[in-house]
């Protein structure tokens, strides 16, 4: 879809976070460069071992190949921090100088019109409180809204933040360490807000790992703090990014099997169909727990056992304030 079909220009700053994927890295930029955003945030973890200096820096002269007038950004760590709190600390840099933008890992392939989705959404609900934020992954495009409007609202999922934007005013409640979660597990502050038994299960175990350091991530902290501040998302009728990291080298992404690993990403049409209310879509939401975040029989039968054999997690939860 060639740009002239949307109105205006383009004029929403971009962060991308990066770490040693060259080519995968080279290809999000390309992707950038076809929107020539005015502000380019530029973010690279540092190697995790010597062998990995070379491929570090090679992904950081990405940054030389910008060639339309952009201000440019960098925040390169001299140590490894990791996906939690490297992607977390670039995330708080972005939202610290811009009071809204949007999020592209290396590994986050959009289609052109995913720039000009985000920033319309960002104009139409940047004073909207209970817009959370603007996603542009969506793992269920066969899923049809009855008004053909050209996005949804959705108040559960978790993770799969592949390609998102939103406000400062939002991440101003992001917490990466979650301090407040064993008061909140104890006191199930969230049970209402679950759609069934098994979701609840799920989240928490997630929300627990994630606590204890056990998933390395930094997503999981953004949904609970949606959660806690009822937020929902907007999510688009069409995925519009092509997630390019599955395979060994990838951190949460490794089976290319994964029934998550999807080659269907393609445009919204323009001008953009507004939905009518603003309600989550919950049929929705619950659908695409079962199909994409429940856990099999086997992992959920694996989980009891370790329970029950991992004295460590055990003492570990318990610490936490959890029974």
């Not at 002269?61 to 939690?84: A, I, K």
């Not at 049929?283 to 975040?293: L, P």
């Not at 099999?296 to 936490?320: F, G, I, N, T």
Request: with cysteine; net charge positive; proline share 6%.
């Amino acid at each position: 879809m060639s740009q002239t079909k949307h109105a205006g220009s383009f004029n929403t700053p971009v962060l991308l976070i990066a770490f040693n994927r060259y080519g995968p890295a080279r290809k999000v930029l390309e992707a950038i460069r076809a929107v020539r955003p005015p502000r380019l945030y530029f973010a690279c973890d540092g190697p995790r071992n010597a062998m990995e200096n070379e491929a570090c820096e090679k992904v950081r002269s990405l940054v030389r190949s910008v060639d339309w007038p952009c201000e440019v950004f960098t925040r390169y760590s001299p140590v490894n921090l990791g996906v939690r709190h490297g992607e977390a600390q670039a995330m708080s840099w972005f939202f610290e100088h811009e009071e809204e933008g949007i999020v592209l890992e290396d590994d986050t392939l959009p289609v052109p019109g995913f720039f000009w989705f985000c920033q319309e959404m960002l104009e139409r609900y940047r004073s909207d409180e209970r817009i959370w934020c603007i996603m542009g992954n969506n793992l269920m495009p066969e899923w049809r809204s009855r008004d053909k409007s050209s996005y949804w609202f959705s108040a559960h999922g978790y993770g799969a933040y592949w390609g998102w934007a939103g406000w400062r005013r939002v991440w101003r409640h992001y917490d990466v360490d979650m301090r407040d979660w064993p008061a909140i597990r104890k006191e199930g502050l969230l049970d209402g807000h679950f759609l069934s038994r098994g979701e609840r299960a799920e989240a928490l175990k997630l929300f627990d790992y994630t606590y204890l350091g056990r998933i390395r991530s930094w997503d999981y902290q953004f949904d609970l703090a949606r959660i806690l501040n009822h937020g929902i998302t907007v999510l688009p009728s069409n995925n519009l990014v092509l997630n390019i990291g599955f395979g060994p080298d990838g951190t949460h992404t490794i089976n290319e099997n994964d029934p998550r690993n999807k080659r269907d990403a393609k445009d919204l049409d323009f001008p953009l169909v507004h939905p009518k209310y603003i309600l989550p879509e919950g049929t929705r939401d619950r659908a695409y727990f079962e199909r994409y975040i429940r856990p099999s029989l086997w992992r959920r039968m694996k989980y009891v056992v370790k329970r029950m054999v991992d004295p460590a997690l055990s003492r570990d939860l318990e610490k936490a304030g959890r029974s």
